[in-house]
């Protein structure tokens, strides 16, 4: 159907998207995470660790994600009594935490990386689990979770007073971006076939925090055009060969000046 | 008279400053009890220690007979009280309903269960809280304009809908700061009916208001604050007359009142 080629860009674009997405949740709660790319790193190595013993696929994807979503409460815990940008620092620590472990830890090939993954990500894997984060990512402000996400976030004083524990809800939505983040890591090593832990350090993060922001952090379609843009405009400019990451970032640019709120539009509240 | 509401020598101090200084007094159940004071007397920082924003820094309080003293805010609620904020503090990116809705937290679709089902649309706790938060709002008189954002509706409005968010999670006292504050008197009419309509569903209220004349017409019982202690409590016939009250907000009766 696809070529070989573009099935590959479509399986990573998919992916990337899932980063997207692992991102919004938490956001959602008024927490900016720039250590997704360690989440991702923690699933990808748990998953094909599983994978090269014999687990069956799903169920390494499932102990990777589960793996990664432990670690972001972990992470998380601390960063209930933090903020904004000391939040950011955190997860930034965070990340290259998981990377240097990675880098180091033997068993996982340490420094020169893991390969022999086998190829076991398929495009419709990966499509499947975008679309239930989507779905997920529609429907979750109008359920009671979602709801707590967006008071907190909004008015952390008014929505304890109104009965939502703080504590629960933060780590909650940590959990579920790490847990997206940690299935996104499993797709990916299984895709790349080979994974080192530089693939995972933090521009891989910031990448991530880009999808969001371009796309329209008010917007739960945003991490996915975002995503989807960032992702596949280098594939597109490929045309303009050695211009190609110099147009990339025009394009960004001109995106900040003239878009300043990401390319969606935040939505609006509506009756439930 | 059973005490719903009980404080027991609640001081707070901040730094050098003794805000509250042994306050003691109690809140009969079914009654709108008001309480009064000049600014600075200390009426939302008792307000703030009893809805559990804020700790004491000594003594008890107990409500229905059990001390929740230092319970956090989302404990208190869930014992059975709720409040409203001084300055309006509803959420913003939800819609009025779902501000509504967000006071119905307490008793809807705890779990991952209840959360998931609620996902697809399954949930009847979900229902049941939008049909509670549209039952509210046309209590308070707000449910024409349910589905626009808070900012978009008048203060009155404002507070009328953080009074039907501290309703939707069906409490048994109601803290009111300053519910009257930037109202016009039509507003305030209308306050003073909603007021006595909640009383009416059994909820006890407790008020704090510079409003004097909504005092003197709804409250059953007032505890004037000044300075952090309290002056006096009785009926508002007593409150009127008592010569420490007049002192309290006009100064010392050998001093012109108003300025000469």
Redesign the interface.
Same mark, same amino acid.
């Given at each position: 159907m696809l070529g070989s080629y573009w099935e590959s860009v479509a399986v990573f674009t998919g992916i990337n998207c899932l980063m997207g997405i692992s991102l919004y949740v938490p956001m959602m709660a008024g927490l900016i995470s720039l250590g997704q790319g360690g989440f991702m790193a923690i699933g990808a190595y748990v998953c094909a660790l599983l994978t090269r013993a014999d687990v069956p696929f799903a169920l390494a994807l499932a102990a990777g994600g589960c793996a990664a979503a432990f670690a972001g409460v972990i992470v998380g815990m601390p960063a209930l009594r933090i903020r904004g940008i000391y939040v950011m620092i955190l997860t930034l620590g965070f990340g290259e935490i998981v990377r240097v472990f990675f880098a180091t830890f033997e068993p996982t090939g340490g420094a020169s990386g893991m390969g022999g993954i086998r190829p076991l990500t398929e495009l419709w894997h990966v499509v499947v689990a975008t679309g239930a984060a989507v779905l997920l990512l529609w429907r979750i402000r109008h359920i009671r979770f979602g709801r707590a996400m967006i008071a907190v976030h909004e008015d952390d004083v008014a929505a304890e007073a109104m009965g939502i524990n703080l504590t629960r809800t933060k780590l909650l939505s940590f959990a579920l971006g790490s847990l997206m983040a940690g299935i996104a890591g499993g797709f990916y090593a299984h895709q790349a076939l080979f994974i080192d832990a530089n693939q995972f350090d933090f521009m891989r993060s910031a990448v991530t925090f880009l999808y969001v922001i371009l796309g329209g952090a008010g917007n739960p379609f945003g991490p996915i055009v975002g995503a989807a843009t960032v992702t596949l405009l280098p594939e597109m400019l490929r045309v303009v060969q050695d211009w190609r990451m110099t147009v990339f970032g025009t394009i960004l640019v001109a995106m900040a000046v003239w878009r300043p709120d990401g390319l969606l539009p935040a939505l609006r509240a509506r009756g439930a | 008279m059973s005490a719903l509401l009980s404080v027991v020598g609640v001081s707070r101090r901040f730094g050098g400053y003794l805000a509250l200084n042994d306050i003691s007094c109690g809140v009969a159940a079914g009654h709108v009890h008001a309480l009064i004071g000049p600014n600075g007397a200390g009426k939302t920082t008792l307000f703030n220690i009893l809805?559990?924003?804020l700790r004491a820094t000594s003594g008890r309080i107990a409500f229905d007979g059990h001390d929740y003293t230092g319970q956090?805010?989302?404990h208190v +609620?869930?014992m059975g009280i %709720?409040?409203n904020?001084q300055h309006v503090? +509803?959420?913003?990116? +939800?819609?009025? &309903?779902?501000n509504v809705? &967000?006071?119905c =937290? @307490?008793w809807?679709?705890r779990g991952i269960v209840?959360?998931a089902a609620? +996902?697809?649309g399954l949930?009847s706790?979900?229902r049941a @809280?939008?049909e509670k %938060?549209r039952e509210l709002l046309e209590f308070v008189g707000v449910a024409a304009k349910? =589905?626009v954002?808070p900012p978009e509706l008048t203060l009155a409005d404002q507070r009328r809908v953080e009074i039907a968010?501290?309703l939707a999670?069906r409490p048994r006292l109601l803290l009111l700061d300053e519910p009257a504050a930037g109202m016009n008197p039509a507003e305030v009419n209308e306050l003073r009916s909603l007021i006595q309509r909640i009383r009416d569903r059994e909820i006890t209220i407790l008020l704090v208001e510079h409003h004097v004349r909504l005092i003197m017409e709804i409250a059953d019982n007032i505890t004037v604050l000044s300075a952090g202690s309290i002056i006096t409590t009785g009926p508002p016939s007593v409150i009127q007359r008592d010569p420490a009250v007049i002192a309290a907000y006009l100064g010392k009766s050998d001093e012109p009142a108003f300025g000469a």
């Open positions: - | 809805s559990g924003t956090r805010p989302d +609620l869930k %709720a409040r904020f503090r +509803l959420i913003r990116g +939800l819609s009025i &309903v779902e809705m &967000v006071g =937290h @307490a809807i679709d209840g959360n609620a +996902l697809f949930s706790g979900e @809280a939008a %938060a349910r =589905h954002e968010r501290a999670s």
